[in-house]
């Protein structure tokens, strides 16, 4: 996919999230949004995936470690074809499988159930460590927010794979610099990010624009390229990116757009794939 093209099904994942959250009455649309591009660019351009074979043990993993983000997983996989996008307005419904955090026993191409944050590196761990020892080339992704990285298992699970030395393992934060309480640099500050990860013996990458395919881009190849330590990209992104009122907006964290607030929503998303089709 070109750059216009990663734009342009960005911007339909961004509807699914926003419909789907609305359709559920419940849900986090916020970090959702932020981390749109950085899933995007993973399932359409960076991970050798096959929705027609979700289980190929050659396949690349990835485990949404802040597993609350359901909501732009479920919109990019359904975008990706693993199964139809209609169902994403089933989120959270009893009896859907869609529920509010990912399921790898009912979803096709989820790899890790989570939710219990913290958690989710230190299965993204494991997976890349079980890849070396069994001789396979896939390598493992694992997106997680910037207050989740307040839990000590992160720097367990760091320390791990520094260690091991798993240059197969990109470990992403999504740096939208809000949690559910508030900044994260006044709830208790993870800064500085980088220096942290570079303590554990990682590879870092500062994104400046988490947002931006080309800065993606650029990541995402710099640590392909990176042999003998794990890579952890450290991606600033925008909050509730792409719905005005949402950006930037504490509030929506976790709670769901009503009617009028869904009609603005879907109409900033229609203006600016109108906007994405005139380039």
Same mark, same amino acid.
């Given at each position: 996919?070109?750059?216009?093209?990663?734009?342009?099904?960005?911007?339909?994942?961004?509807?699914?999230?926003?419909?789907?959250?609305?359709?559920?009455?419940?849900?986090?649309?916020?970090?959702? $949004?932020?981390?749109?591009?950085?899933?995007?660019?993973?399932?359409?351009?960076?991970?050798?995936?096959?929705?027609?074979?979700?289980?190929?043990?050659?396949?690349?993993?990835?485990?949404?470690s802040k597993g609350h983000?359901?909501?732009?997983?479920?919109?990019?996989?359904?975008?990706?074809?693993?199964?139809?996008?209609?169902? $994403?307005?089933?989120?959270?419904?009893?009896?859907?499988?869609?529920?509010?955090?990912? =399921?790898?026993?009912?979803?096709?191409?989820?790899?890790?159930?989570?939710?219990? $944050?913290?958690?989710?590196?230190?299965?993204?761990?494991?997976?890349?460590?079980?890849?070396?020892?069994?001789?396979?080339?896939?390598?493992?992704?694992?997106? $997680?927010?910037?207050?989740?990285?307040?839990?000590?298992?992160?720097?367990?699970?760091?320390?791990?794979a520094g260690a091991k030395?798993? =240059?197969?393992?990109?470990?992403?934060?999504?740096?939208?610099?809000?949690?559910? =309480?508030?900044?994260?640099?006044?709830?208790?500050?993870?800064?500085?990010?980088?220096?942290?990860?570079?303590?554990?013996?990682?590879?870092?990458?500062?994104?400046?624009?988490?947002?931006?395919? =080309?800065?993606?881009?650029?990541?995402?190849?710099?640590?392909?390229?990176?042999?003998?330590?794990?890579?952890?990209?450290?991606?600033?992104?925008?909050?509730?990116?792409?719905?005005?009122?949402?950006?930037?907006?504490?509030?929506?964290?976790?709670?769901?757009?009503?009617?009028?607030?869904?009609?603005?929503?879907?109409?900033?998303?229609?203006?600016?794939?109108?906007?994405?089709?005139?380039?």
């Amino acid at each position: 996919m070109n750059k216009l093209e990663l734009m342009k099904t960005a911007n339909e994942v961004r509807k699914g999230i926003v419909s789907g959250v609305h359709a559920a009455k419940a849900g986090h649309p916020g970090g959702s $949004l932020s981390a749109t591009e950085i899933f995007t660019y993973l399932y359409f351009e960076e991970m050798n995936i096959d929705p027609s074979d979700p289980q190929n043990p050659d396949r690349d993993r990835f485990v949404l470690s802040k597993g609350h983000t359901a909501p732009g997983l479920y919109s990019t996989l359904a975008q990706r074809g693993y199964f139809p996008k209609e169902d $994403l307005l089933t989120l959270r419904h009893l009896g859907s499988y869609l529920q509010g955090h990912p =399921d790898m026993k009912h979803i096709p191409g989820v790899d890790m159930s989570s939710g219990s $944050l913290g958690q989710g590196i230190s299965a993204a761990a494991g997976m890349a460590l079980g890849a070396k020892l069994t001789g396979k080339e896939f390598r493992v992704y694992t997106l $997680l927010g910037d207050g989740e990285i307040q839990e000590g298992q992160v720097w367990e699970a760091a320390m791990f794979a520094g260690a091991k030395k798993l =240059d197969n393992l990109v470990v992403i934060v999504d740096n939208n610099g809000l949690q559910i =309480d508030g900044p994260v640099a006044e709830v208790n500050t993870p800064y500085p990010i980088d220096k942290k990860f570079e303590a554990f013996n990682f590879h870092v990458i500062n994104v400046e624009d988490g947002n931006d395919f =080309d800065q993606l881009k650029a990541a995402f190849d710099e640590a392909r390229a990176t042999k003998g330590m794990p890579t952890a990209i450290v991606a600033k992104t925008l909050k509730g990116k792409g719905v005005s009122f949402m950006e930037n907006q504490v509030g929506w964290h976790g709670k769901a757009p009503n009617d009028a607030e869904y009609a603005v929503a879907m109409a900033d998303l229609e203006k600016a794939g109108e906007a994405l089709c005139q380039m």
